[in-house]
């Protein structure tokens, strides 16, 4: 199955897919896409940028533009596939309240875990994405954006309740997500975070000390980890060298760098890039 709009008015696609042939499989090759991938079936494993990951059946997960997602063909999925010009998760935000939460939110997709009611719940809005793509007309790219806002509505409250700060007060709670998506747009030259807190209008020490109150990971393992996830992409997926990953993560010097990425990840970027492909060919 592969379902898909394109408005080339608008340069938008959005597709509905099991991932049951080629050209939906090529899906994952291009660039500049959102996914949202349901274990609808049965439990699979996929491979998410670079790392094996085991999707349980009736698990879903939220996957930004930057996450590289590898499967096999008749995987068990079904997924909505969709690009920024469809719908613009930071222009719309406002709307669900989905950004620093299913995207852009922390290092890795976050997933979440359907229980029978929200099954049922899922299973009637991707039946009613089906039956609006058998309607031509030209208000259906609409219909089709109204029913995505629904579904990430729905899946933002179910992941809201798994963060450690939904019972913060909203204010704190939306200055946590807010650092969150600071991050995402200025990683790769802000390093530290007094130079976040300025951006918020907040001390550090008290950016320390509410994400300490919300159970949260530190503001600086934040920064860091988000580094070292964009270090491992491009040396897996790239052909760059360390001392260029390095320059483009903000590193004035390749030295810097490598002592940076050993003592958060236990190895040097060469080892690591070895490593991981070395197990990667394992079964």
């Known amino acids: 199955m592969k379902l898909t709009y394109n408005s080339l008015k608008e340069e938008s696609t959005f597709t509905l ?20 991938l349901w274990a609808r079936n049965e439990t699979t494993m996929i491979v998410v940028d670079g790392y094996r990951m085991t999707v349980k059946k009736n698990q879903a997960i939220f996957c930004t533009p930057l996450n590289v997602i590898e499967m096999k063909k008749d995987a068990g999925m079904i997924a909505i596939v969709f690009n920024r010009e469809f719908y613009c ?13 299913l995207f852009f939110g922390s290092s890795l997709p976050p997933v979440i875990t359907l ?13 009613m994405f089906q039956e609006e793509f058998e309607t031509k ?5 609409e219909m089709l954006r109204v029913l995505l ?11 809201k309740d798994t963060y450690p700060e939904a ?26 975070v007094a130079e976040y807190a300025e951006l918020l209008f907040k001390s550090p020490k008290t950016l320390s000390n509410l994400f300490k109150k919300a159970g949260d990971a530190s503001p600086l393992k934040i920064i860091n ?13 790239s052909d760059k060298t360390a001392e260029e990953i390095g320059y483009e993560l903000g590193f004035n010097e390749a030295a810097h760098f490598s002592k940076f990425f050993k003592n958060q990840v236990g190895s040097p970027p060469a080892t690591f890039k070895k490593d991981l492909a070395q197990n ?3 079964p």
């Open 280 to 282: 990667q060919k394992k």
């Open 115 to 127: 229980c029978e009611k929200d099954i049922r719940s899922f299973e009637a809005m991707f039946l």
């Open 167 to 192: 019972d913060m007060p909203k204010p704190q709670f939306d200055l946590v997500r807010q650092y969150h998506l600071l991050v995402e747009q200025h990683f790769k030259e802000k390093h530290a």
């Open 137 to 141: 007309d030209h208000i259906q790219g």
């Open 149 to 159: 806002k629904r579904l990430l509505i729905k899946a933002s409250r179910l992941i």
């Open 225 to 237: 980890d988000r580094i070292i996830l964009e270090a491992k992409r491009l040396l897996f997926y």
């Open 17 to 36: 897919t099991n991932f049951s042939c080629g050209p939906s499989m090529q899906l994952l090759d291009r660039k500049g896409l959102y996914k949202i």
């Open 89 to 101: 998760i930071r222009d719309h935000d406002a709307e669900v309240s989905c950004n620093g939460f």
